[in-house]
């Protein structure tokens, strides 16, 4: 069993034990407004007992499962339990959270208790959410910091979404390579606490240049006299900060890293990024590829206002309806094809509905493809030519299938015929633009998921409507 199946029932066990609170919470609220002043008094305590039983389930979770519960409740519920978590636990909460329900807590926070929450986080937190936060509560949260902090915030906040410089920190373990084991050590011992993933210190010279790298291990193995020059090992990941977060993402897989540097063009060391926050940019990054691939502009609360979720599904939602007019034209150029052979109409949808499919295979791997920086011009052809071979393959084989499932039930070889062809050619033009959408998409600086199963289903639609009823057309009448 993973790690995720463990806690994952645990996280449920304590929604469902947050909402059975909250529902006798509110059931108490109810029957106080029409009580004897004895039985007043007896509510009152009731709701204070539930109230303080649910501020101990919520001491008892971590961040991330207070963040889950937050986003599992309708915002009167929300709200009520966003008062009842610590202050000092709010930063940590307000990071976890998606960034729809950051802004439904964020709208109902004060500014001092907003600065308040942004003072005990790391710089490079502050920066994930700088974002969301009033001006004058980031002017005040500038205030607050020391002149180190200062510039590290601003040099975070000096990188764009979805960069390596977006995703470090700069909560790292310096030391010198002319210094010995026993050193270290007695460094380390000075420290509170060891910075989070700390799986390797970094090796650097007079000029802050990375040298080399140190893993820990190393350091509770070796003998105290030993020279760290002797022990540590090359940075063979150098990361910059103004590379895509994706290459990042990519190097931690292929290299099963914990942590990386990230150096400027200087070689200087300024950061690192770990494994977290590598984990948390894949995981929203598959997040927005699956909305995105739905047409959904943006991340949505489940329980934002009927307005608010409708403008955000309306861009695709027109689009899907012109396309949906175009489809119905194609159809409408051929009805008197339709009705002379009836039968027709009732084979449609499943040319349509098979090249869909066989498009959307397409389109799923090349977007695969590009995210992980496997595609280039060297290479776009050969695949093309192989997503055509596949397509021609595929469209002749089950071309056969429905050519024969026609005959037999309509008992007419040129319909089968017909059918057959229209399926070959209607999964090679599906192949031909599942890989052109998401490639064109790619080529404008668009993220190629967004949109491209709405754009290929309505293409494939409307082709192999046009395909089977213009072959229809041709040899059956």
């Known amino acids: 069993m993973t790690q995720h199946e463990e806690i994952r029932p645990s996280v449920q066990e304590s929604l469902h034990r947050v909402i059975g609170i909250l529902r006798n919470y509110e059931e108490d609220l109810v029957q106080r407004a029409d009580t004897t002043e004895r039985r007043e008094l007896v509510t009152a305590l009731v709701r204070k007992q539930d109230l303080a039983e649910l501020q101990r389930l919520l001491d008892a979770l971590h961040p991330a499962d207070v963040a889950y519960v937050l986003e599992a409740l309708p915002l009167e519920q929300r709200l009520i339990v966003w008062e009842l978590v610590r202050a000092e636990r709010e930063g940590e909460i307000l990071l976890e959270v998606?960034?729809?329900?950051?802004?439904?807590?964020?709208?109902?926070?004060?500014a001092a208790e907003l600065v308040a929450a942004a003072e005990r986080l790391d710089t490079d937190e502050i920066a994930d959410l700088a974002p969301d936060l009033p001006r004058e509560v980031m002017q005040d949260v500038f205030k607050s910091l020391s002149a180190e902090e200062r510039e590290e915030l601003r040099a975070?906040?000096?990188?764009?979404?979805?960069?390596?410089?977006?995703?470090?920190?700069?909560?790292?373990?310096?030391?010198?390579?002319?210094?010995?084991?026993?050193?270290?050590?007695?460094?380390?011992?000075?420290?509170?606490?060891?910075?989070d993933h700390t799986d390797q210190l970094f090796v650097v010279d007079r000029e802050?240049?990375?040298?080399?790298?140190?893993?820990?291990?190393?350091?509770?193995?070796?003998?105290?006299?030993?020279?760290?020059?002797?022990?540590?090992?090359?940075?063979?990941?150098?990361?910059r900060p103004d590379e895509k977060a994706q290459d990042a993402a990519i190097a931690f897989e292929r290299y099963d890293l914990v942590s990386a540097a990230v150096v400027d063009d200087d070689e200087k060391l300024v950061g690192r990024v770990t494994v977290n926050a590598v984990v948390d940019f894949m995981r929203e990054q598959r997040e927005n590829e699956l909305l995105a691939a739905a047409g959904l502009r943006e991340e949505e609360d489940l329980f934002s206002s009927v307005w608010q979720s409708a403008r955000n599904r309306w861009v695709w939602l027109g689009i899907n309806l012109i396309t949906a007019f175009i489809a119905s034209r194609v159809i409408g150029a051929f009805e008197g094809t339709?009705?002379?052979?009836?039968?027709?109409?009732?084979?449609?949808?499943?040319?349509?509905?098979?090249?869909?499919?066989?498009?959307n295979q397409t389109t799923a791997l090349i977007i695969r493809a590009l995210a992980l920086g496997q595609i280039s011009g060297g290479n776009a052809r050969r695949m093309l030519a192989k997503e055509l071979g596949i397509a021609a393959l595929n469209g002749l084989l089950w071309g056969v299938v429905v050519?024969?499932?026609?005959?037999?039930?309509?008992h007419n070889v040129s319909l089968g015929l017909v059918m057959?062809?229209?399926?070959?050619?209607?999964?090679?033009?599906a192949a031909l633009v599942g890989m052109t959408i998401p490639l064109v998409l790619h080529k404008l600086g668009r993220d190629p998921a967004l949109g491209s199963t709405v754009l290929l289903t309505a293409t494939t639609d409307s082709m192999g409507f046009f395909i089977f009823l213009g072959l229809a057309t041709i040899f059956l009448l």
């Open 338 to 359: 339709i009705a002379r052979i009836v039968a027709l109409a009732t084979l449609l949808p499943i040319v349509a509905g098979i090249a869909g499919n066989s498009g």
């Open 403 to 410: 050519g024969l499932f026609a005959f037999l039930i309509y």
């Open 420 to 429: 057959m062809g229209a399926m070959l050619l209607s999964l090679v033009v």
């Open 98 to 110: 998606s960034d729809a329900v950051r802004e439904t807590l964020i709208a109902h926070m004060g």
């Open 156 to 195: 975070a906040l000096s990188f764009p979404e979805g960069t390596v410089g977006a995703l470090m920190d700069f909560d790292m373990i310096r030391i010198r390579d002319d210094v010995t084991v026993e050193v270290v050590l007695r460094y380390l011992r000075r420290l509170d606490e060891m910075p």
């Open 208 to 239: 802050n240049r990375l040298k080399g790298l140190l893993p820990v291990n190393r350091v509770l193995v070796s003998e105290p006299e030993a020279m760290v020059v002797a022990l540590m090992v090359p940075a063979e990941v150098k990361l």
